[in-house]
């Protein structure tokens, strides 16, 4: 089956070209021994001239047998390879991220070629991964915008109506309102993962102190604890100073301090914790909520993962893949430890400079 020609390609390999060429120059050096040879006086021995005929005859004909050999070599193990290397990366600059190279040698050896194909596969699933994460996401926005512009568009229809209470008005005006309020956290951390994915955000240190920033993260959550009479327990080392980005800790803080509240059941406890160890600055987060399965957490800081489908209404699955990005922009580390009915741990750990 005959290939298409790439309308890029203006010019033909040299192949061809180069093995006349190199023929036509063994064959003037190796035809250059007789006319060295008339040109000597002693030309009259006639078994001589014989002898330099069949030599040259044997140079010219080895000199073919050489570079025809040459030629397979090359043609089996550089060209085709190329152009099977030039024809996969057509197909992915196409869209197609199922291409695969099959190594060359059967040895199981690598050469260059060998490791070149594998830095190709390896680049390729690398696209192949991001493009199908690209999809879900789209997806995974569009579903998470959907339900509350549902309750926005069927709420602010109802307000419509000239035979509402003021009581139904009022709680149709909350449901709008909180619908947009997710709307606004759900476009804000979508902003911010993109940015901190695009290596938009570089990390600002200056030094404060953590217990300071502990204390105003848990007051954010003031209402929520009141309302689901969940206990709340601190254990703070006021002498951490951290040499970091305060604004980003507090999405992660915040972050990790709503989900232990979120799936803490009313008259729960919620436990954070600062300590030293080891050079670093360890906060803890502890709840005693519902807790996670092994294979739950495998994925939690996936985006639009939402572990505990019954308080999806309540998030969107953003939190902590923001949450392990900016640890990761940090150059930190978090840890989770859970048991389904037990609760949860999530354990940061910040180098203290």
Do not use: W
């Amino acid at each position: 089956m005959k290939k298409n020609k790439d309308s890029r390609i203006t010019v033909k390999n040299l192949k061809t070209k180069l093995f006349f060429i190199l023929f036509a120059v063994f064959f003037v050096i190796a035809s250059g021994f007789p006319a060295i040879y008339f040109s000597m006086p002693h030309k009259e021995y006639v078994d001589e001239l014989y002898a330099v005929f069949a030599v040259t005859s044997f140079l010219v004909v080895a000199s073919g047998i050489a570079i025809a050999v040459i030629f397979t070599i090359y043609n089996k193990f550089i060209n085709q390879p190329v152009e099977a290397l030039s024809d996969a990366a057509r197909k992915v600059a196409k869209g197609d991220f199922s291409i695969r190279l099959k190594p060359c040698r059967k040895d199981g050896k690598k050469d260059t070629l060998a490791v070149l194909f594998d830095d190709f596969n390896t680049m390729v699933a690398e696209l192949q991964s991001v493009e199908m994460l690209k999809t879900d996401f789209v997806s995974n926005v569009s579903h998470e915008l959907k339900t509350p512009l549902s309750v926005i568009q069927t709420y602010s229809t109802m307000l419509q109506s000239e035979d509402l209470s003021d009581a139904e008005r009022k709680d149709y005006s909350a449901k709008i309102s909180e619908a947009t309020k997710r709307m606004t956290e759900l476009v804000t951390n979508i902003l911010q993962l993109s940015r901190l994915e695009n290596q938009k955000i570089t990390a600002s240190k200056k030094p404060y102190v953590l217990s300071e920033q502990l204390c105003r993260c848990t007051l954010n959550f003031e209402q929520v604890l009141d309302e689901k009479e969940i206990e709340l327990e601190t254990n703070f080392d006021e002498s951490i100073v951290l040499n970091s980005d305060e604004q980003l800790l507090d999405i992660v803080f915040n972050n990790l301090l709503s989900n232990a509240l979120k799936f803490t059941d009313n008259g729960g406890t919620v436990r954070i914790t600062s300590k030293q160890e080891n050079g670093c600055a360890v906060i803890s987060v502890a709840d005693n909520g519902c807790g996670m399965t092994e294979s739950q957490m495998k994925h939690i800081f996936e985006k639009f993962y939402q572990a505990d489908t019954s308080h999806a209404t309540k998030g969107n699955g953003l939190g902590l893949a923001l949450t392990k990005r900016i640890i990761n922009l940090l150059e930190s580390s978090i840890e989770v430890k859970s048991e389904a009915g037990k609760g949860s741990l999530f354990t940061v750990k910040i180098k203290l400079d």
